[in-house]
């Protein structure tokens, strides 16, 4: 069957935001901007099924990147059967946040057809239904985003920052100018490979650089994403 991958647009905002740096393990310290597997979890968190994989394309950045410096106490200890004595484990670890944090996120809802899916038959039960299509699921996304609907709360990097979404109609919506910046952002984290790994997935990295405030995410099976 052809069918052409659909590209979907969100705008997506917070007070606050947190997409770690994996070499920084005891400090939390924020990327410049949201990474590509953080606007995949959110389009995500929005619909998701084992049919269909989100590819994003691009990020917009809004809003100027701002910075804020927080110290929160964490409890270093993993829950377990025994008790944890919040006083014996508490932790002071200082945060190096984004403030005000406001994206224009585009990904492409790519369907994969039921000979291609790898992983299905480990995670899923139950076989795939007859009447699967693109056009069904790109409806059913457009319709639970305009409604504001998600099967979880969208977050910015970790889960104490909730996002706010809407969706963006690019031909009938004004679009806002994204910032008028350009940096490189070195070295930042793509994504988890979980078709290579499912249980312990490798990381994937790529050069992230922002041009007039938009990143081109590549796809990947680019050559520009790290191993």
Known sequence: MEYYDKEFCLEVWGPMACFTRPELKVERVSYDVITP?????????????????????KIEVLNPIKWTSVRRNEVGAVASKNPIYIEEKR???NSLLLQDV??????????????KRKVQADLFSNE????????????????????GQCFNQPYLGTREFAASFRLVNPDADALEAPVSESRDLGIMLYDMDFEADLKNPPAMFYRAKMENGVIIVPPKDSEEILR
């Open 37 to 57: 597997s953080a606007a995949r979890a959110i389009f995500e968190a929005i619909f998701w099924k084992p049919a269909i994989h989100w590819q994003v394309t």
């Open 91 to 93: 932790q002071q670890k």
């Open 102 to 115: 406001r994206y224009r996120l585009w990904a492409k809802l790519q369907f994969i057809p039921q000979k």
């Open 128 to 147: 795939p239904h007859n009447d699967e299509n693109p056009a069904k699921y790109n409806a059913m996304f457009e319709r639970r985003a305009s409604k």
